[in-house]
């Protein structure tokens, strides 16, 4: 059994040894292949991916980050449009709206799921809106029903940063369900390494149901070309290298598998945490499953940061996402709108915590966890 003292927020090096076989035939197989670069290891990831979230196109790029910048410049959207983000995320989602030109605009999100906010989003529209780029936070879905209810009665796109919850499905009223990143006009995600469909080093795609969405993207993600040496329009260079793609080909036969071992430890610290009353545990939305890309509490009475220098002290990491929100933030202050109080926001910044969650977890670390956490609220 691994010692207290191994504790890592997320444990990729166990979870390599375990797929390791099969891992290091993919990487084996790429280098004699010789096609580094897009080829037929590519190819068959993206068709691999767009089965499992049952999603016509897939095309994959080189990071999270590109990901969302294309599809915005996909949608051919205009210097001062408006595109509404949640305040309580990471910098990605508003950093591509700044570089395109356009215009964030920050709106709070619900206190319980910590997903964007459906009267947030209503009071912030505009003239200027175009989009919506609701980010699946922590693991499960936002309310896409509502969502797409408002893109649709004031004609808006939805852009879905799906980058912490690839594999979680959402159920609509009618009990019909989808993958996320799939219900909105274009989904984006990122396979970076901490991810929980990981790659080892940078990697990210666009997913789309819409043929001349994803004609488009394909054509900006690789320099503007339709074809080779003819430029249509003016894009990026943004390519997932056939390595990462061997790799997450092995990786995707395990992501329900990865999804149900972190289920298992968030409801082990469910279960010891749902008596602490300093402790706000997640909330686990009846329209979408959990995937816990982060087991994220809310930490009561302002102790937090107290207790996280108590679990630093015993060898138990721990991390704050995230700890300034986008509205304090130097580069975001000129060029944002901030529509409402964000209140909740402000609120999570100061009290959330995020602890180990992993799919390599053993019952002895569970225990230091949770015991060392109890103890520091009971004495």
């Given amino acids: 059994m691994a010692s207290t003292f191994d504790i890592q927020m997320v444990d990729l090096r166990t979870q390599y040894q375990r797929l390791k076989t099969d891992i290091d035939i993919a990487i084996q197989n790429c280098i004699e292949s010789t096609q580094f670069i897009k080829g037929p290891i590519v190819e068959s990831f993206q068709n691999k991916l767009a089965t499992y979230l049952d999603v016509s196109k897939v095309i994959a790029c080189g990071n999270g980050t590109d990901a969302l910048q294309i599809a915005m410049m996909a949608l051919e959207l205009k210097p001062d449009d408006e595109i509404i983000v949640p305040a309580f995320t990471y910098v990605a989602t508003a ?16 206190s319980d799921t910590y997903n964007i906010s459906i009267e947030g989003i209503k009071k912030a529209i505009s003239s200027k809106t175009k989009a ?156 979408s499953t959990h995937v816990f890309h982060q087991y994220t509490l809310q930490v009561k009475d302002g102790k937090r940061d107290e207790l996280r220098v108590y679990l630093k002290e015993r060898n138990i990491p721990s991390m704050i996402y995230y700890p300034i929100p986008l509205h304090h933030q130097k580069a975001y202050q000129k060029i944002s709108r901030v529509s409402g109080s964000l209140e909740i926001t402000e609120k999570l910044c100061k009290s959330v915590l995020s602890l180990p969650i992993h799919t390599e977890m053993e019952t002895e670390q569970l225990n230091y966890i949770t015991g060392t956490i109890t103890s520091f609220f009971n004495g």
């Fill in 132 to 287: 919506i780029v609701p980010v699946h936070l922590f693991g499960q879905s936002a309310n896409m029903e509502e969502i797409l209810e408002i893109a649709n009665e004031h004609n808006l796109y939805i852009i879905e940063d799906n980058a912490q919850a690839i594999g979680s499905d959402y159920t609509f009223k009618d009990r019909s369900v989808q993958k996320t990143g799939t219900i909105g006009h274009i989904g984006c995600t990122s396979f970076f390494p901490s991810k929980n469909l990981g790659c080892f080093g940078d990697g990210g795609a666009i997913f789309t149901n819409d043929e001349e969405l994803g004609n488009k993207i394909k054509i900006i993600s690789n320099h503007g070309q339709p074809k080779q040496y003819t430029h249509d329009v003016i894009g990026v260079n943004s390519r997932l290298d056939s390595l990462q793609a061997g790799i997450l080909l092995e990786k995707l036969k395990h992501l329900d598998d990865f999804s149900h071992r972190r289920q298992s430890v968030a409801n082990f610290y469910d279960t010891q945490f749902c008596d602490i009353s300093a402790l706000r545990i997640p909330f686990r939305s009846p329209n």
């Fill in 95 to 110: 950093e591509v709206i700044g570089l395109l030109g356009l215009t964030p605009v920050l709106v709070d999100v619900a």
